[in-house]
Nanobody, 120 residues
Framework: QVRVVESGGGLVQPGGSLRLSCAAI????????MGWYRQAPGNQRDLVGSIVSGGSTNYADSVKGRFTISRDDAKNTVFLQMNSLKPEDTAVYYC??????????????WGQGTQVTVSS
């Protein structure tokens, strides 16, 4: 059984910063990739950015230069550092983890979501 647990959301003023964390908890062979998505009311869930096992990252154009994804493999944790936040960054942020299980099947797991609100 694998669980994905997120933390770090909240209310911040425009121009401020927040750091989200996401941990994969359970038994598995390895994590292939970890990523962050966000969904604002009335919108679809969109990719914010992701990081693969080798450390390569990719970001949505709207967050390039402001957001940074990193991971701590020893703790099976991924971080999303968000700087220079804008009101349009307001959304529920979801962590997504692609895992190789011990039966050698790949399985994707989602976190419960954490609210990020950027407002003065």
């Amino acid at each position: 059984q694998v669980r994905v647990v997120e933390s770090g959301g909240g209310l911040v003023q425009p121009g401020g910063s927040l750091r989200l964390s996401c941990a994969a908890i359970g038994s598995f062979v390895r994590i292939n990739s970890m990523g962050w998505y966000r969904q604002a009311p009335g919108n679809q869930r969109d990719l914010v950015g992701s990081i693969v096992s080798g450390g390569s990252t990719n970001y949505a154009d709207s967050v390039k230069g402001r957001f940074t994804i990193s991971r701590d493999d020893a703790k099976n944790t991924v971080f999303l550092q968000m700087n220079s936040l804008k009101p349009e960054d307001t959304a529920v942020y979801y962590c997504n983890v692609d895992i190789l299980l011990y039966n050698y099947r790949r399985q994707t797991y989602w976190g419960q979501g954490t609210q990020v609100t950027v407002s003065s």
